[in-house]
T-cell receptor, first 114, second 115 residues
Framework: DGGITQSPKYLFRKEGQNVTLSCEQNLNHDAMYWYRQDPGQGLRLIYYSQIVNDFQKGDIAEGYSVSREKKESFPLTVTSAQKNPTAFYLCASSSGQDLTDTQYFGPGTRLTVL | AQKVTQAQTEISVVEKEDVTLDCVYE???????LFWYKQPPSGELVFLIRRNSFDEQNEISGRYSWNFQKSTSSFNFTITASQVVDSAVYFCALGGYTGGFKTIFGAGTRLFVKA
């Protein structure tokens, strides 16, 4: 089955630790995205990548880093510089490099900082 | 600047009632795209519809229908004969080119359907 997988589903982190969230897609999509969702709020774009080995900052990139070494993978690292990392993180992909294409989402990772 | 407003934070209905979720957008683009997504309690966003700015025809898919009106910059979503399984957060989104290629999401409307 084609789709987007994110792991882990729940993640707990101590303050001061970096943590990496996994996102894999087997849809052969060019573009991939990371969003953050806080309770009662919409989605905010963290980073996006339109092609392998290239990525761009979104609206709230500070304290986060990404890599795109393979077409199917777009991991997100939440660094200790992110002041308020507790949130729900959603990964998405779209078929073309046009960022207005339909995005398809993974199941999300809920990160809690203890 | 582009903006999506979903003024209804929460809506509560009784099963079998019809319900309309409002979406108002702002853009200076002539070509843009509008989307609706459903986010059930599991968390994953489920794509419902994509509509481009040149297609103002209303669309119906089963119990779901969408009303796109460029004159009022609205793209409203109606669920007919609501069911408990429709309980979710619904997001409207706008894809456009002002300020760079981007899709932005509204804050969402939480729908409760009571049995």
């Amino acid at each position: 089955d084609g789709g987007i997988t994110q792991s882990p589903k729940y993640l707990f982190r101590k303050e001061g630790q970096n943590v990496t969230l996994s996102c894999e897609q087997n849809l052969n999509h060019d573009a991939m995205y990371w969003y953050r969702q806080d309770p009662g709020q919409g989605l905010r774009l963290i980073y996006y990548s339109q092609i392998v080995n290239d990525f761009q900052k979104g609206d709230i990139a500070e304290g986060y880093s990404v890599s795109r070494e393979k077409k199917e993978s777009f991991p997100l690292t939440v660094t200790s510089a992110q002041k308020n990392p507790t949130a729900f993180y959603l990964c998405a992909s779209s078929s073309g490099q046009d960022l207005t294409d339909t995005q398809y989402f993974g199941p999300g990772t809920r990160l809690t900082v203890l | 600047a582009q903006k999506v407003t979903q003024a209804q934070t929460e809506i509560s209905v009784v099963e079998k009632e019809d319900v309309t979720l409002d979406c108002v957008y702002e853009t200076r683009d002539t070509t843009y795209y509008l989307f609706w997504y459903k986010q059930p309690p599991s968390g994953e966003l489920v794509f419902l519809i994509r509509r481009n700015s040149f297609d103002e025809q209303n669309e119906i898919s089963g119990r779901y229908s969408w009303n796109f009106q460029k004159s009022t910059s609205s793209f409203n979503f109606t669920i007919t004969a609501s069911q408990v399984v429709d309980s979710a957060v619904y997001f409207c989104a706008l894809g456009g080119y002002t300020g760079g290629f981007k899709t932005i999401f509204g804050a969402g409307t939480r729908l409760f359907v009571k049995a």
